[in-house]
T-cell receptor
Framework: DAGITQSPRHKVTETGTPVTLRCHQT?????MYWYRQDPGHGLRLIHY???????DKGEVSDGYSVSRSKTEDFLLTLESATSSQTSVYFC????????????FGPGTRLTVL | DQQVKQNSPSLSVQEGRISILNCDYT??????FLWYKKYPAEGPTFLIS?????DKNEDGRFTVFLNKSAKHLSLHIVPSQPGDSAVYFC??????????FGQGTELSVKP
């Protein structure tokens, strides 16, 4: 299994508070991704990174920011959490070989009250 | 606009029979298609993929078929086993290298 961990695994927070989710990899993969999974929507890309300090927006980036200061860590920040950001968040990594096979972390369940 | 669609939210199959999961897409420029399997409280795991230049790829009990003219792909699982019960996502890789996922189909294999 690819070495990907996410922390925390569960979090309950209140509307308006900042939240940071961490993704850590031990595979030295260049590409890292943050997705959210919601019923009826599958997995939707929030932000991704193609190298240290190199990030770009995905499909549903509003309200989220990311940072990658080291190859192994990719942080997702909700500056001011809203109830619509209640979701399960998955981090993924990829070496971007022949095709973009991505390896996923175990997920973080975030509840915003 | 949903570029990748899985129109069946759920599927129930008897153990030993064939499971067929379907996926439709709208963008003819997708390069690769992938299937992921997801158990509750776990992250998705890669199952099988197919290049847009092929029409079939097989890996053990799992076969993916691609019909480019219909913009349709399907995953066949034969024979189905109770351990195959999970949510299956199809995904397409666009030319920017990003994956676009379908909504998922929950497969239940009954003993």
């Amino acid at each position: 299994d690819a070495g990907i961990t996410q922390s925390p695994r569960h979090k309950v927070t209140e509307t308006g508070t900042p939240v940071t989710l961490r993704c850590h990899q031990t595979e030295n993969h260049r590409y890292m991704y943050w997705y959210r999974q919601d019923p009826g929507h599958g997995l939707r890309l929030i932000h991704y990174s193609y190298g240290v300090k190199d990030t770009d927006k995905g499909e549903v980036s509003d309200g989220y920011s990311v940072s990658r200061s080291k190859t192994e860590d990719f942080l997702l920040t909700l500056e001011s959490a809203t109830s619509s950001q209640t979701s399960v968040y998955f981090c993924a990594i990829s070496g971007r070989g022949e095709y973009n096979e991505q390896f996923f972390g175990p997920g973080t369940r975030l509840t915003v009250l | 606009d949903q570029q990748v669609k899985q129109n069946s939210p759920s599927l129930s199959v008897q153990e030993g029979r064939i499971s067929i999961l379907n996926c439709d897409y709208t963008n003819s420029m997708f390069d690769y298609f992938l299937w992921y399997k997801k158990y509750p409280a776990e992250g998705p795991t890669f199952l099988i993929s197919i290049s847009s230049i092929k029409d079939k790829n097989e890996d053990g009990r799992f076969t993916v078929f691609l019909n480019k003219s219909a913009k349709h792909l399907s995953l066949h699982i034969v024979p189905s086993q109770p351990g195959d019960s999970a949510v299956y996502f199809c995904a397409a890789e666009n030319q920017g290298g990003k994956l676009i996922f379908g909504q998922g189909t929950e497969l239940s294999v009954k003993p």
